[in-house]
């Protein structure tokens, strides 16, 4: 079973609008940590946002907020207000603390596109 | 540098030639990491290092694939003989204690293999 789902392959947002970006993910470990990265089309991996599943409140980074579910499993990813520069491939990953190797779980990532 | 560095950016090799990638780590971290991104197969877990603890290899797909880590910091991922299959990115991220609720991993911009 996928660990990480992102259903959404492509989405558009016209600028200068909030988006909200799917990701739920399947795990048994009661400590887990899920992270959000921005990939443009220079190939970087650029780090968003995290969420401990023991945090009480979502989490906020500037223009990025995360709709965290635990119920739910999910960990949505939000975008306000966004930017032309928004445009790029979007990332959720988990860690699992039972996982001694401490690797990410990514998701098959959706694409953004912002129209001007 | 500030970030995460990885050379070189693209190398084009011949199908059973060996080749080999670096990585240097944002300095002061510890726990360095080895992926590879590839569109069939979207973001798979390679190796990981931490300090001086042996490396989890849990993630190589074959052993033609190995890593080493020099004095905790620089590493090297070889692939030997290779393969059509082979082609991908190859990501490199470090982390600054390789555990813990909120050890974040900072990517490098990759380096894309081709195999003709």
């Known amino acids: 079973a996928q660990k990480i789902t992102q259903t959404q392959p492509g989405m558009f947002v016209q600028e200068k609008e909030a988006v909200t970006l799917d990701c739920t993910y399947d795990?048994?470990?009661?400590?887990?940590?899920l992270f959000w990265y921005k990939q443009p089309s220079s190939g970087e991996m650029i780090f968003l946002i995290y969420?401990?599943?023991?945090?009480?409140q979502n989490a906020t980074e500037g223009r990025y907020s995360l709709n965290f579910q635990k119920a739910r499993k999910s960990a949505n990813l939000v975008i306000s207000a966004s930017q032309l520069g928004d445009s790029a491939m979007y990332f959720c990953?988990?860690?699992?603390?039972?996982?001694?190797?401490?690797?990410?779980?990514f998701g098959g990532g959706t694409r953004l596109m912002v129209k001007p | 540098g500030a970030g995460v560095s990885q050379s070189p950016s693209n190398k084009v090799t011949e199908k059973g030639k060996d080749v080999e990638l670096r990585c240097d780590p944002i300095s002061g971290h510890t726990a360095l990491y080895w992926y590879r991104q590839s569109l069939g197969q979207g973001l798979e877990f390679l190796i990981y290092f931490q300090g001086n603890s042996a490396p989890d290899k849990s993630g190589l797909p074959s052993d033609r694939f190995s890593a080493e880590r020099t004095g905790g910091s620089v590493s090297t991922l070889t692939i030997q003989r290779t393969q059509q299959e082979d082609s991908a990115v190859y990501l490199c991220a470090s982390s600054l204690v390789g555990g813990g609720a909120r050890d974040t991993q900072y990517f490098g911009p990759g380096t894309r293999l081709t195999v003709l």
């Open positions: 795990t048994s470990d009661p400590s887990y940590g």
């Open positions: 969420q401990g599943s023991y945090d009480q």
């Open positions: 990953a988990m860690r699992e603390a039972l996982n001694a190797g401490n690797m990410l779980t």
